[in-house]
């Protein structure tokens, strides 16, 4: 009689566990897109992204059993700010316009990510990776990126002012109109770095490695450290203002 009891104990166990982790499952669904990215794809082989219904499910889904992933998140509508979302995997991630101020995203892989536009200001992304993402018009204001290797990644329009990107590698990636006033690049790789038509203007590029780095129309002052004579600067294009 015991045994059956405890049989039936057990039975009860693990059905209340599987309905817990399907009520888990069904907090998103995955949107296909056919233009999403290629590490966002199910196992019928569609493209799309996990939808969230509120921010609680999604952190307690992030959060769940020390996983720690967001894989192919759909952030837009989420409101992040000032979230614990350190050591994560945001690899393919849709946070067009996202609100990610102040958000702990350090030792996180942001791989294919889309953050265009997003809200990022005083974020801590130091030691992320996020190789390929975009990252377009997105507001980077105080934000500590630090050693970060963001190589082939669109930050064109982006608002780096005052940011800190020291020994950041961005090779490759794409910096044309972005906002870099005041920025701290000391000793970033911009090997290949298109920057063209940014605002370099007080930033510290001290050490920075600048080979093959398009710098034209680039904005710099007195104020800037860059590693170039005045004169240097000029014949790669670069325009002074006071």
Do not use: W
Not at 174 to 197: M, P, S, T, V, Y
């Amino acid at each position: 009689m015991k045994k059956i009891v405890e049989s039936i104990l057990l039975l009860a166990f693990l059905v209340s566990f599987k309905m817990a982790k399907a009520e888990m499952i069904s907090r998103y669904v995955l949107i296909e897109v056919p233009g999403a990215p290629s590490v966002c794809k199910n196992e019928s082989g569609a493209l799309g992204f996990n939808q969230y219904s509120s921010e609680k499910d999604f952190l307690e889904a992030f959060h769940a059993e020390g996983s720690r992933n967001a894989e192919c998140a759909n952030l837009s509508k989420l409101n992040l700010s000032g979230a614990r979302l350190e050591g994560g995997s945001l690899r393919g991630v849709r946070g067009v316009k996202a609100k990610l101020s102040g958000a702990l995203l350090a030792q996180s892989s942001f791989g294919q990510a889309n953050l265009s536009g997003a809200n990022l200001s005083r974020a801590d992304i130091e030691d992320s990776e996020g190789v390929e993402a975009k990252l377009v018009s997105a507001d980077l204001t105080g934000a500590l990126l630090m050693h970060g290797i963001f190589v082939r990644a669109n930050l064109s329009k982006a608002n780096l002012f005052s940011a800190d990107l020291e020994g950041i590698n961005l090779t490759g990636a794409n910096l044309q109109n972005a906002k870099l006033r005041n920025a701290k690049l000391i000793n970033a790789n911009l090997e290949g770095a298109d920057l063209r038509g940014s605002d370099l203007r007080g930033a510290d590029l001290s050490g920075a490695t600048l080979e093959l780095t398009k710098l034209k129309g680039a904005k710099f002052n007195d104020q800037t450290l860059i590693g170039l004579s005045r004169e240097d600067a000029l014949s790669l294009g670069m325009v002074h203002l006071k």
